[in-house]
Each structure stands twice: as C-alpha cells, then as structure tokens.
C-alpha cells in the first residue's frame, strides 16, 4: 500500500538553528500539506500546497516558515531560526482530492533546545 | 468560531463492551465530517468521511453516523488492538479550506 514517507524521524537543534524537515507523499497525489501537534495537544492545520504554491496557510504559518517541492517527489517544510515553542510532532500529509481522505506520514519529532 | 468537541476525552472499556464516541461540530457549511485514528507516536490513519446527516459509514467493529449538530463513532464488541486516539476533523465548504480536528478520544480496551 502506498504511504507518505518523512526523514528523519527525530530532530534535534539548538534555538535560532534553521531545520529541513522532508517528506516524500504518495505519487499520484496532487495536494500536500503540514500539520504538527504538540505534545497531548490538538493536530494543527500549517499549510496547504498544490500546483506549486501555497493554497491555504495558518496564523502558525509566518515568515519563519517555508515549504518546497524542489522536485517531483520531495515536499519540504523549513523553518528558519527555531524557538522553544516550534518543538512538536511535525506530520506531513497528502491527498488527490483537496483536504478529503488525507494520508498522513509517521512524522517527525521536532525537539528545539 | 467553528470548533469541533470530543468527549470523553479517555474512555476505557472491557474487551466486548460496545461503546460510542461522539464528535460535536460548530461549522458554518460543513462539507465533510472525517474520522481517524492515531496510535501513539503515529500521523492519523484515515476512517470513515460522512457528507450529509442521516448519512453511515461502517468498517469492521467501527460504525460512524452524522447529524446536523454531531457525530457518532460506534465501536461494537472492541478488541485490544482496537485501542487508539480516535480524532474527529471537519471541512467547510469554502475553497482551499483547511481541515480542523478536533482533540480526541483516548480508547483503551482491556483484555
């Protein structure tokens, strides 16, 4: 069955440190997303992307924030100088019908020092 | 505000013991109500979409309905491995419009 894959699954950094996380979604899929959760908090909604641009994004979502298909693959979620507050479960997701049925991947485990 | 609710918030049952989770909603033009489950330390897994009140999913022990105001997730004669969070998350008909979930139920089933 095929599933959305995200690397690496922990990540660890120093604050005011810029972090990559990386996602590869399902194939056929045309619409991609990043949601974290917090630690026994809700799952919170980041951003939304098709067509090679941000649909839809969060008050979350500011300048410290950025994602990128630098290929047909890969879906990337960067944060540019890291705060205490941004350590979270760090979920991508993708679905081939607009915010219907999403596939999430296993995540990553954001720890911001 | 558009809010989604869950309650309980942590349910235990006995192995067999049938039990419902509900899901309240606040949206203004729902367009789709969506269940999931997620296992600690794991992104959510996809359950059932509900569209329309009156409307009923059902998978295996699992048996979801919607209402104008709320859903129901049914869980009949559950097992231990049925034991997970079970989130609820709603769509409004707006487009590009983002997902909102609720914060959960916490299921445990006792052998």
């Known amino acids: 069955e095929p599933e959305v894959t995200q690397t690496p699954s922990h990540q660890v950094t120093q604050m005011g440190q810029e972090v990559i996380l990386r996602c590869v979604p399902i194939?056929?899929?045309?619409?991609f997303y990043w949601y974290r959760q917090i630690l026994g908090q809700k799952v919170e909604f980041l951003v939304s992307?098709?067509?090679?641009?941000?649909?839809?994004k969060s008050e979350i979502f500011d300048d410290q924030f950025s994602v990128e298909r630098p290929d047909g693959s890969n879906f990337t979620l960067k944060i540019r100088s890291t705060k205490l507050e941004d350590s979270a479960m760090y979920f991508c997701a993708s679905s081939d019908l607009y915010s219907e049925k999403l596939f999430f991947g296993s995540g990553t485990q954001l720890s911001v020092l | 505000e558009d809010q989604v609710t869950q309650s309980p918030e942590a349910l235990r049952l006995q192995e067999g013991e049938s039990s419902s989770l509900n899901c309240s909603y606040t949206?203004?033009?729902?367009?789709?109500l969506f269940w999931y489950r997620q296992d600690p330390g794991k992104g959510p897994e996809f359950l059932f979409t509900?569209?329309?009140a009156g409307e009923e999913k059902e998978k295996e022990r699992l048996k979801a309905t919607l209402t104008k105001k709320e859903s129901f997730l049914h869980i009949t004669a559950p097992k231990p491995e049925d034991s997970a969070t079970y989130l609820c998350a709603v769509l409004r008909g707006a487009s590009y419009d983002k997902v909102i979930f609720g914060p959960g139920t916490s299921l445990s089933v006792i052998p």
């Open positions: 992307f098709y067509n090679n641009e941000i649909s839809e």
């Open positions: 509900l569209y329309s």
């Open positions: 949206v203004s033009g729902l367009r789709g």
């Open positions: 194939s056929n899929h045309l619409y």
